[in-house]
């Protein structure tokens, strides 16, 4: 497949972190400014005329691909649901609680944190990112969490075998359990 310079200029824009000015592109393309000025439009006129979800638009002295803001509402609610960036820190405490100590019950959860779990688990919940995986053979039988497919992929991990070890001055999961019931209060 031989790429052209419209192929080119497509891939630079949708790559580009802020807007692109015409005489980068030129340099960038090795093209004179009014070939330029073609492929822009042309490149205009395609995102246009065809159900696409961006669109080119000439801002802050440069170029620049964004979504059509008909669109918004599935976007706000693609990275609202998948972003695990936008996690509290209190969310990712407790994501990285069940990630390693899986299955794991709320009570635990907030026993190691030393602080109610249960609003972010909720968070982690709806993102689909934990999940009830089992229920403890206690009296009540709570509910056990372990970490989803989503949080693999979302991680660009295969398996939990991957996750880097903990810290050597962490304490590991055995050593908390023993703390936990030595200091237990009956």
């Avoid at 031989?2 to 980068?24: D, G, Q």
């Amino acid at each position: 497949m031989e790429l052209t310079t419209a192929a080119a200029l497509e891939a630079i824009l949708f790559v580009a972190e802020a807007p692109v000015s015409s005489k980068r592109l030129c340099e960038v393309l090795g093209i004179e400014r009014s070939e330029l000025d073609r492929e822009v439009v042309a490149l205009s006129d395609r995102l246009e005329s065809t159900e696409r979800g961006l669109r080119l638009e000439r801002v802050a002295g440069g170029w620049r691909l964004y979504t059509r803001p008909e669109l918004s509402g599935y976007l706000e609610s693609f990275v609202s649901r998948w972003s695990i960036n936008r996690l509290s820190a209190a969310s990712q405490e407790v994501l990285a609680v069940i990630t390693y100590r899986q299955p794991v019950s709320r009570n635990q959860i907030s026993e190691i944190r030393g602080v109610d779990s249960s609003s972010s688990l909720r968070t982690l919940e709806r993102m689909g990112l934990v999940e009830v995986t089992g229920r403890l053979p206690v009296p009540g039988h709570p509910a056990l969490y372990g970490t989803t497919e989503l949080l693999l992929e979302k991680l660009g991990l295969d398996s939990l075998e991957e996750l880097p070890p903990l810290s050597e001055r962490v304490p590991s999961p055995e050593v908390m359990d023993g703390l936990a019931t030595r200091t237990s209060v009956s």
